[in-house]
């Protein structure tokens, strides 16, 4: 016991002075960030950069607060510098743009009046642009070096409108055609309603029944049918398309190689029937738990080519895993995909010859994991990945496997985007205190520029406070990473309470980005505390899967680590601790609760309290299955010993409670069981719950509540933990 605390002593000890460098550094100037400047907020995303260079289109959304909505555009500024300008209509919604090979076209997602599909055009090989058109015949998917035609998959059209037009007569002698999609009777049920006009409720058989941001699902109305996507090719300039396969099977991920001659495509490994394989994978979803069949590694998906023309498939690779993200090499000789070869293994770049042979992992044993690749015309690949809480672009040589930095800092990277030469790279990033802008570079890394300032009047305005990161050493020597983020207008010598926050996932992660809810506490006045506990994304598969039947243990223990160091500062007020989080973090926040009274506040969001009636209730199923070994009744004890309502006659700690009404994931029942034992017990909890949202309400919820949230938030901690006005 002597040498544990001594060791706990010294890790104090080694990590305080990580912090004092910068713990007297003056406040930035400005005011503090309030819950309604979120309205003011602008984000920018999916980049794409014209196959010349010279352009690059995104999307930009606003928030209209008096409507209570969103608002998407596309955008488009000059890698060289100037003024963005938008080529969408303010009227309509516009997201997601990408080039025509050849770069005449600019295609983006829009629902607009009398249009068909969402798939809407600019022309870019003339200025100015003019207005939207949609062409029905343009083929989108994979495109040699030379132009010429395009790949892609999908599922037989033709039988597919065969298939409609079968249905549209079916249901018009169908009794039960004009009751609502839920009430009416599934395909195969033994029920129906005596008077259709006279039944308005829910009649389920299938399962999964609902979903996430869908709702309820209606059942099947008809004996379930398999369309496999086939591989079809066009040429451009004509309407006429080509289906070059005919089989069972699905053909995923299609790419066609440089030099136009070859398609590589994903396939099932016996080229099994769609039908066979959800056979299989219904009977073993079926079965109990068994470690020897569950945790042994399996073959899912194989690559495949087949003739630019088509032809018989010729399999490449029979690993363990499922191969995806192919990429050809610029001579068409060889191609890298991604693939983990178990479940619980890291994600690696494999290299194999096109003629066949063995697949390479260039990668070795990094600890990280891949993000996506492109084969470079030099011969180089350009890999993005998750170096823990930030993101990086690297140059990896295929040959050697060497990796070269190009891209870093600390900050949050997304959506890299390349010219055809790739000379260039564009990309999206957030910083700890700054929000979304677009920025430019060489494609080693070098000249790079910031072409947006959508944020820059905001960011003049609020001073964003800035984070110090730090690591420790938790339980089982394992390395953890965090960061403490300063309360706005922070002065040497005055205490600060604290918020510890708690992500979700549990394989998620926080990181180096500017995020509206640490920025909401510290405008308050506060501390926020946020840190990667072991299970979190972006250190490597072994890291993320060492929670696997141990939550609430040693990611518990890497948390209060973390609050253990923080409160070392003289700068924190230990006696003003405070402890939040969603989904995961909202159960982690709970279990906290029933360990410790340290904290004098709590609050919980997407919580989960009770993993037997979450199992019941959720559409995820499927996350315990894995996480906890099995179904409830395989592992009844683990299920009832993880389950924070286990230990709620522990829990002292006043907390506010966060729920959405249509979150299926997390459902509303483990929150109401949390209440109604906490309020029994007399301890102070409020429960807000909140109407037309779904488990992302914090992130995409109406704008209104999503700030009404943070509102809440903000009251919640500032009355418990009355932090001083900063």
């Known amino acids: 016991m002597r040498r544990s605390f001594l060791l706990f002593a010294a890790l104090l000890t080694l990590a305080t002075p990580a912090f004092a460098q910068d713990a007297g550094a003056p406040a930035p100037a400005g005011r503090a960030f309030t819950p309604e400047d979120w309205y003011r907020v602008t984000n920018l995303s999916s980049p794409a950069m014209s196959p010349d260079g010279r352009w690059v289109a995104f999307t930009v959304t606003t928030v209209d607060e008096e409507e209570n909505q969103r608002h998407s555009e596309i955008w488009m500024v000059a890698t060289a510098g100037g003024e963005p300008v938008r080529l969408t209509s303010p009227g309509t919604e516009s997201s997601n743009p990408r080039w025509s090979h050849d770069g005449a076209y600019l295609f983006f997602t829009s629902r607009r009046e009398g249009g068909e599909g969402s798939t809407w055009v600019l022309r870019m090989d003339r200025s100015p642009s003019g207005e939207a058109f949609q062409m029905k015949d343009w083929p989108e998917g994979s495109v040699p070096t030379g132009g010429g035609f395009a790949v892609w998959t999908e599922a037989d059209t033709a039988s597919g409108a065969a298939a409609k037009e079968g249905k549209e007569a079916e249901e018009k002698a169908d009794p039960f055609a004009r009751m609502k999609p839920m009430a009416r009777p599934p395909f195969s049920a033994v029920t129906a309603p005596v008077d259709a006009k006279r039944f308005d409720g829910m009649h389920l058989l299938d399962f999964p029944y609902k979903a ?308 909401n506490l510290t405008g308050a006045g506060m501390f926020v505390l946020y840190t990667n506990p072991r299970g979190s994304g972006g250190y490597g598969a072994d890291f993320t899967y060492s929670t696997r039947g141990r939550w609430g243990r040693e990611d518990y223990e890497d948390l209060m680590k973390a609050v253990d160091i923080a409160i070392q500062r003289p700068d924190v007020d230990a006696s003003n601790l405070g402890v939040t989080g969603g989904s995961y973090g909202g159960f982690m926040t709970a279990w906290v609760t029933t360990k410790t009274q340290r904290f004098k506040a709590a609050q919980t969001d997407r919580m989960i309290s009770n993993w037997f009636s979450w199992y019941g209730t959720s559409e995820a199923q499927g996350l315990t299955e894995f996480e906890f070994y099995g179904k409830p009744w395989d592992n009844p004890d683990l299920y009832w010993d993880l389950s924070p309502i286990k230990y709620v006659d522990q829990v002292r700690t006043p907390t506010l409670m966060v729920q959405s009404e249509e979150d299926h994931r997390t459902p509303m029942t483990d929150a109401e069981q949390w209440f109604m034992a906490l309020r029994k017990q007399g301890v102070s909890v409020e429960f807000v719950r909140y109407p037309r949202s779904n488990h992302d309400l914090s992130r995409t919820g109406e704008p209104w509540l999503l700030v009404d949230r943070l509102g809440r938030l903000r009251q919640w901690f500032t009355h418990w933990l009355a932090p001083n006005p900063s």
């Open 212 to 519: 996430n941001g869908r709702g309820f699902v209606p059942g099947r109305r008809e004996a379930r049918k398999w369309e496999a996507a086939q591989i079809w090719k066009q040429a451009f300039g004509d309407t006429a398309k080509t289906k070059l396969t005919d089989a069972l099977y699905s053909h995923r991920n299609a790419v066609v190689s440089p030099d136009g001659k070859w398609i590589a495509f994903v396939a099932d490994p016996a080229l099994r029937p769609d039908s066979a394989v959800q056979a299989e994978r219904d009977s073993l979803a079926r079965l109990p738990y068994d470690a020897a069949r569950d945790e042994a590694p399996r073959n899912d998906g194989d690559i495949f080519v087949i003739p630019a023309g088509g032809g018989e498939p010729r399999r490449l690779t029979t690993q363990n895993g499922t191969e995806g993200g192919i990429v050809w090499s610029p001579d068409s000789k060889q191609i890298a995909f991604e693939s983990s070869l178990t479940r619980t293994s890291s994600g690696r770049i494999w290299v194999v010859d096109t003629q066949g042979g063995e697949p390479r992992n260039i990668l070795g044993s990094w600890q990280y994991e891949p993000n996506g690749a492109v084969w470079m015309k030099n011969g180089l690949m350009a890999m993005s990945a998750s170096v823990g809480g930030r993101t990086a672009l690297f140059h990896v040589d295929p040959k050697s496997g060497t990796m070269k930095e190009v891209v870093s800092g600390r900050r949050a990277i997304r959506g890299f985007t390349y010219d055809a030469a790739h000379k260039t790279v564009a990309f999206v990033a957030t910083s700890v205190d700054s929000p979304t802008e677009l920025f430019v570079a060489g494609i080693d890394g070098k000249g790079e520029r910031k072409l947006t300032g959508f944020n820059d009047e905001l960011n003049a305005e609020i001073a964003w406070p800035k984070a110090e990161r730090f690591t420790y050493t938790s339980v089982g020597g394992l390395e953890i990473e965090a960061w403490l983020q300063f309360p706005h207008g922070y002065q040497a010598g005055k205490k600060y309470p604290l918020v510890l926050y708690i992500h979700g996932g549990p394989h998620s992660a926080y990181g180096e980005g500017w995020f509206d809810e640490f920025h």
